[in-house]
């Protein structure tokens, strides 16, 4: 995908960048970059608010962004989380009530400035997305709009910890882990001089696993409601423009808002994209000229521009994917673009799909699930889901023909199952793939159930000994069009490692295709007219990516076939080395594993290991930090371990173990 990268002469608006701490209530001052156009007459200001360091991690991205927001005439501002990068104070829990208070200061701090005209947005992804939406929820004044990508507004179901009431074991692990990797990463005193050592080594005091605090809460408590604005979508009163990607796992955020939000308030886009900025070209595509997008966006909340047009789009724009092939990349899907006024669409029809066939026991292997692909997508090589057919051949699997013409599907689908177990707990996984003439089968959309959720997620019920019950469960949204000649495929096991963390008891169920239904959002299809800018961004930072000759595969999968182990390794490729246009040499590398026993639940094991190297030649500042988590189990308890060992050059300056049980008390 081209992109067109703006100099930054061709701006309508020459700019200027300063770093700056802002201040909050208690004293505490956090790190900010601050990008502004050159005039005299002040404009509304744009925040980003981000953990993740914005003096070397999210550097590169933020350059081909903040300076187009300034070059258009607003101050885009990136300011890093207390305890985080080069700002003050201890690091917390993620979307604590500390973070939501300091990004509402931030926020006031901002509209006070002589340069702001008292209006601010928020924009971010992931965190800062989530963060974006929290802070709206609170409301503060001078927040007139937000854009959130690839969010979430419900922190219990629909993030990195459970779903379907399971616990994630593919992201509850690997994304605690990595937040135990960045907080245990220093200052840099290029940012904030000699007190950089003071700081980091109070930090490492207070860091505590958030693994402890994740599988504490198995079911959906107070803890997962806090920062859930689905609790409350009334308390917004910012406009919301709701950004997904077919291929992330917080899609379904932008279909709950757009149905929940004020609709002269709110609007839905969702494209074919996997856990990135839509402008960025990264597979899958099309990219999008996202920030023109955005700028028509916040030039109409934020500047009253009557001529953006902004709210006259659809509701909700969405990408229908055409057919395609198995694969675990794509530079571009075909498909096309389709609007709906509304949402729930009159376009759409919920078309039931009975299952056939007699009962049958459904005990999956427990390593299927190994196809699964990645949870979070970033436009690596292996992200996606291969050819599914070894995972279909561990389900039950229900095939229907499309017909002459081709089935489009716009929304969530739903199973009813009737099953039948033998044990008191369990989980269901149901995945709908495409099944072309020549057999090959390409994962379209899937979601699970765990069984003790089945009366909701706030709750862990036994299922009655021998009982038949139905259950029923949402699949994650989709757009799709299944093509003549095609067979849609319906498959369900009762395990999916390393999604989801199995159950104590492997015995599996007994599921009745006579009472059991697949439930499809059929779209009838529109002619639509709906075009995007090419993507665009500001110029990218000169930063130099050393060659590595000995990388590792994203994703290999090992079997020992007489003990009946699976191990899978996964590289996640979030950076490797790379050196600032400042001097700083950056290096990052983990490694993710998963084993299971094929014929042994309580054998899952994860770890995850990282190493990461601060280094300044110049002045010889030279950090190294490396972190060790893992988690096993027994019938009765999760087990986990994790470590953290840091460096200041060869010297060891912190090193701290922790070794914890926590009850399954519905995982």
């Not at 709906?340 to 026991?361: E, M, Y």
């Not at 007994?510 to 239904?517: K, R």
Request: a negative charge; proline letters at 9%; one cysteine or more.
């Amino acid at each position: 995908m081209q992109i067109h990268v703006r100099p930054a002469s061709d701006f309508p608006y020459r700019t200027t960048q300063e770093d700056v701490r802002i201040p909050l209530p208690d004293g505490t001052r956090l790190y900010a970059r601050i990008w502004r156009p050159v005039t005299e007459e002040p404009v509304p200001a744009l925040l980003e608010y981000l953990p993740y360091r914005l003096s070397d991690w999210t550097a590169p991205r933020d350059a081909q962004r903040h300076p187009w927001y300034a070059g258009h005439g607003y101050a885009s501002v990136r300011v890093d989380v207390r305890g985080h990068g080069n700002s003050e104070g201890m690091p917390g829990d993620e979307y604590d009530a500390t973070e939501l208070a300091d990004g509402v200061a931030v926020v006031n701090w901002l509209a006070e400035q002589p340069w702001c005209t008292g209006k601010v947005g928020m924009f971010g992804i992931s965190w800062g997305g989530f963060n974006s939406l929290q802070i709206a929820a609170l409301a503060p004044e001078p927040l007139k709009a937000i854009v959130t990508v690839c969010s979430s507004d419900d922190r219990y179901d629909n993030d990195v910890h459970y779903m379907g009431g399971s616990v994630l074991a593919v992201d509850m692990h690997a994304w605690a882990a990595t937040m135990l990797a960045f907080v245990a990463r220093p200052p840099d005193p290029a940012q904030v001089g000699d007190a950089w050592r003071d700081m980091w080594l109070a930090r490492l005091e207070k860091v505590e696993p958030f693994i402890h605090t994740w599988l504490t809460h198995q079911t959906r408590d107070a803890y997962w409601k806090h920062g859930s604005v689905c609790e409350d979508y009334g308390a917004i009163d910012a406009a919301v423009l709701a950004v997904g990607g077919w291929h992330d796992p917080y899609r379904d955020t932008a279909l709950r808002l757009v149905e929940h939000l004020d609709p002269n308030r709110v609007r839905g886009l969702i494209g074919p994209w996997s856990h990135q900025y839509p402008d960025r070209g990264l597979p899958p595509g099309p990219a999008i000229g996202f920030l023109q997008e955005t700028l028509r966006w916040w030039d109409h909340w934020l500047k009253d521009s009557d001529d953006t047009d902004v709210m006259a789009e659809p509701l909700l724009r969405s990408w229908i994917s055409d057919s395609h092939p198995p694969r675990t990349v794509y530079e571009e899907l075909p498909g096309r673009w389709v609007g709906d006024a509304v949402w729930p669409s009159p376009h759409i029809t919920s078309v039931p799909f009975a299952l056939q066939g007699d009962p049958i026991v459904v005990d999956s292997p427990q390593h299927t699930g190994l196809d699964a692909g990645r949870f979070f997508p970033f436009g690596n090589d292996a992200d996606l889901p291969p050819d599914q057919r070894e995972e279909d051949a561990k389900s039950a699997s229900f095939e229907f023909p499309v017909g002459e013409s081709a089935i489009e599907i716009l929304g969530r689908p739903r199973v009813r199952l009737r099953l039948t177990l033998g044990v008191p707990f369990g989980q269901a996984a149901a995945r709908i793939c495409d099944v072309a003439p020549d057999g090959s089968s390409t994962l379209i959309t899937r979601g699970v159930l765990n069984l003790s959720a089945r009366n909701g997620r706030d709750r862990a019920d036994a299922w009655p000994l021998g009982a038949t019950k139905d259950v029923t469960f949402e699949l994650n949204g989709i757009g799709h069009s299944f093509p003549p000649g095609h067979r849609i495929r319906l498959s369900v096991s009762s395990a999916y490692w390393p999604w989801i963390w199995p159950q104590a008891d492997s015995a599996g169920f007994t599921l009745d295709p006579a009472g059991s239904t697949l439930e499809l959002p059929v779209r009838t299809p529109t002619h639509d007219s709906i075009t995007f800018a090419p993507p665009e961004q500001s110029a990218a930072l000169a930063v130099a990516f050393p060659e590595n000759p000995d990388q590792r595969p994203e994703r290999l999968i090992t079997r020992d076939v007489a003990a009946g182990e699976w191990r899978m390794e996964v590289d996640p490729r979030y950076g490797g080395t790379r050196v600032y246009p400042d001097g700083l040499e950056f290096t990052e590398d983990a490694l993710e594993t998963y084993t299971i026993n094929e014929s042994d639940p309580q054998s899952a094991r994860t770890r995850s290991d990282w190493t990461i190297r601060l280094h300044r030649p110049e002045t010889g500042w030279d950090v190294h930090v490396s972190t060790r988590s893992e988690i096993a189990c027994d019938a009765a308890d999760f087990i986990t371990s994790n470590e953290v060992t840091c460096r200041e050059g060869d010297e060891v300056v912190f090193h701290r173990t922790w070794e914890k049980r926590i009850p399954r008390t519905a995982g």
